[in-house]
């Protein structure tokens, strides 16, 4: 079967070509952040936070990210990736504004509350304005080649930020990066007013109303085991890889290591997630698919293991393993997705998916920074890599059982399902 047109006008060609170019800049700005390698020791040292409290003041940067994850999907999903993306922008730029000028603790927890609207609208939003740019083209099977050179993007500003941030607070204050970034945020949102909203309708959909669409996209994540599945381990993997990473400062600090030293150190792996990000889908294709899933762990569990071993500076070592696993994933489970969701549903279940993981790293940063500063960080790492253990293996063992199972329809039988709606998904018959 021939993959359905728009129900609107055929796109300009040119319009989504550009889409994909700027977003390539748009992903470098967001990413090119002076902040990035002294956040924590600006709580720690200027605002005078505990490790503890450094995790508790998250607490509600998480809990409002999960309530308000799938409502914004659904923003993106009802009225255009675009305006997600400009809005997210903006507030971005002024969360990390209010964020370096924050004067008490009162209005840092104010910035905590921005950022979480700020990420809320581009996650979900970024990755299927991706993907409707180039399957308005016939190009989506190039989705995890592009979004893995997205990622490498992304990397590369987070380099140019480590590097350059570093050394700038060395040299003024701890604020002073932090403040500067707003304006990089600024050019993000510059750039964002320049894209071209792909389609999000075809053939066999219509633009269902808001709680409707948020109805809908829970039941297409939830009652297809596979899609379930890969929801929940994907996002356990990130959510505790990611809580390992958020020990990478406290961990130089509590050996002595210079702040202006920080991006350098860190850097190198930040080099290497960019090699790990562009080469996804042919390490995809050389491994499998099923092999690639089972290895989602390991990186997580080898810095964990290491670091919760080796109490020396040396043992920083192990941190590439771990940036460059996340980064080798993002691609594969983002493709995966996108490949069993419709169109007109993309943006938002592809936020459930984010709220999972919200959820799931809420839990463990707390855990992990409290272990920390009760028992030291070497514990703190023996405790993320137990709970990687007793979050991924029953989670693959569920996701390998229903993938084998699973019968994927093509695309275009997605779009033809009434509304793409989840029983019909589910029902589909096996392509001839």
């Known amino acids: 079967m021939a993959a359905p047109a728009p129900t609107a006008t055929a796109p ?16 470098f700005f967001i990413h090119f952040q002076l902040w990035l390698p002294i956040w924590a020791v600006y709580l720690l040292d200027e605002r005078g936070l505990s490790l503890f409290l450094l995790g508790a003041f998250d607490a509600p940067f998480w809990i409002l990210w999960i309530l308000l994850e799938v409502p914004t999907g659904a923003v993106a999903d009802r009225w255009g990736r675009k305006v997600s993306l400009l809005y997210g922008a903006a507030v971005y730029a002024s969360a990390v504004v209010v964020f370096g000028l924050a004067g008490n603790l009162a209005v ?12 809320t609208l581009f996650s979900g939003a970024d990755a299927a304005f991706v993907y409707d740019s180039l399957r308005a083209r016939g190009r989506e099977g190039d989705y995890q080649r592009i979004w893995g050179r997205m990622e490498g993007v992304s990397y590369a500003g987070g380099i140019l930020g480590l590097l350059l941030g570093a050394p700038l607070a060395e040299f003024t204050t701890l604020s002073v990066p932090i403040v500067a970034s707003g304006a990089l945020g600024g050019v993000a949102l510059l750039i964002a007013f320049t894209f071209r909203e792909p389609p999000r309708q075809y053939l066999g ?16 994540a939830f009652r297809q085991p596979a899609v379930r599945a890969m929801l929940l381990l994907s996002a356990a993997v990130m959510g505790v890889g ?15 290591v210079p702040v202006g030293f920080f991006g350098l150190i860190i850097a190198p792996g930040q080099l290497l997630a960019i090699a790990a990000a562009v080469l996804s889908y042919r390490v995809t294709r050389a491994l499998g698919l099923s092999r690639m899933v089972l290895l989602m762990p390991l990186p997580v569990l080898i810095t964990a293991a290491g670091m919760g071993v080796i109490d020396h500076v040396a043992a920083f070592a192990f941190y590439p393993i771990t940036t460059a696993g996340l980064a080798l994933i993002f691609p594969l489970i983002s493709d995966y997705l996108n490949r069993r969701i419709p169109s007109s549903h993309r ?42 253990v007793a979050l991924a293996a029953p989670l693959f063992v569920i996701w390998l059982r229903a993938h084998r199972r699973e019968v994927l329809p093509p695309i275009e039988m997605l779009e033809d399902a009434p509304d793409g709606s989840a029983e019909a998904v589910a029902a589909a018959p096996p392509p001839s």
């Open 205 to 220: 959909e219509r633009q269902q109303a808001y709680l409707d669409g948020v109805k809908e996209a829970f039941g297409i």
């Open 108 to 119: 840092l927890l104010g910035s905590y509350i921005i950022f979480a609207v700020a990420f």
């Open 347 to 388: 943006a938002t279940v592809l936020s459930i998916h984010q709220m999972i993981f919200s959820v799931i790293i809420a839990v463990v940063e707390v855990l992990v920074l409290w272990v920390g500063d009760e028992f030291g960080l070497p514990m703190a790492y023996r405790v993320a890599g137990v709970v990687m």
């Open 242 to 256: 990611t809580s390992v990473v958020f020990l990478e400062q406290p961990f130089l600090r509590g050996h002595g």
């Open 12 to 27: 300009d060609e040119r319009a989504m070509r550009a889409n994909i170019q700027r977003f390539h800049v748009f992903q």
